[in-house]
Antibody
Framework: QVQLVESGGGVVQPGRSLTLSCAAS????????MHWVRQAPGEGLEWVAA????????SYADSVKGRFTISRDNSKNTAYLQMSSLRAEDTAVFYC????????????????WGQGTLVTVSS | DIQMTQSPSSLSASVGDTVTITCRAS??????LAWYQQKPGRVPKLLVY???NLQSGVPSRFSGSGSGTHFTLTITNLQPEDVATYYC??????????FGPGTKVEIK
């Protein structure tokens, strides 16, 4: 059973930075693309970023491009989302998610989700 | 950018009914379309990928169809546990992985 455990959420002031981590287990992490998806309170799902299985390609939603950076460490089975210049509208539950196809460069559906970590941007 | 729309935004149906949710892409996306179910307070769950492929473990009352710009998710014999918000997602190319706005399904 795939396990994805996010950490690093919390309350942060506007303009500050925060890094989320996603610890993965029970699957071959290094062969799957990973995604971050967020959901603002009472709102729908918004795809944020994806990284290819080998870390060679990254992709971002326009709303976070230039402010967020996705990365991964295949030796640690962990994905990351570095968030900077945070805004109130970034307040959301952030989900780490696993791509559904092996050796994808990012354009995949998602077949496993973590439980999410809440990021609140507020002064 | 390719935009995704869903209709209706919400619906109410009776147990046993057949429900159809439509997802449209503003440009063709072949069959790179997935459907997710998110029950209240829960994590999203993959139902269908590649437009028509049912994810393992998903009840057969769920089915997906379509290609290009028009897709549907059909729930036959609607059950109380199907109360949820359903999202389509296109994944034909990064960086434009996009979710639809969602369709909320309730029981009458």
């Amino acid at each position: 059973q795939v396990q994805l455990v996010e950490s690093g959420g919390g309350v942060v002031q506007p303009g500050r930075s925060l890094t989320l981590s996603c610890a993965a287990s029970d699957f071959t992490f290094s062969t799957y693309a990973m995604h971050w998806v967020r959901q603002a309170p009472g709102e729908g799902l918004e795809w944020v970023a994806a990284i290819s299985y080998d870390g060679s390609e990254e992709s971002y939603a326009d709303s976070v491009k230039g402010r967020f950076t996705i990365s991964r460490d295949n030796s640690k089975n962990t994905a990351y989302l570095q968030m900077s210049s945070l805004r109130a509208e970034d307040t959301a539950v952030f989900y780490c998610a696993k791509g559904g196809e092996r050796y994808s460069h990012g354009s995949t559906y998602i077949n496993s989700w973590g439980q999410g970590t809440l990021v609140t941007v507020s002064s | 950018d390719i935009q995704m729309t869903q209709s209706p935004s919400s619906l109410s149906a009776s147990v046993g009914d057949t429900v159809t949710i439509t997802c449209r892409a503003s440009q063709g996306i072949s069959i790179y379309l997935a459907w997710y179910q998110q029950k209240p307070g829960r994590v999203p769950k993959l139902l269908v990928y590649a437009a028509t492929n049912l994810q393992s473990g998903v009840p057969s009352r769920f089915s997906g169809s379509g290609s290009g710009t028009h897709f549907t998710l059909t729930i036959t014999n609607l059950q109380p546990e199907d109360v949820a918000t359903y999202y389509c997602q296109k994944y034909n190319s990064a960086p434009r992985i996009t979710f639809g706005p969602g369709t909320k399904v309730e029981i009458k």
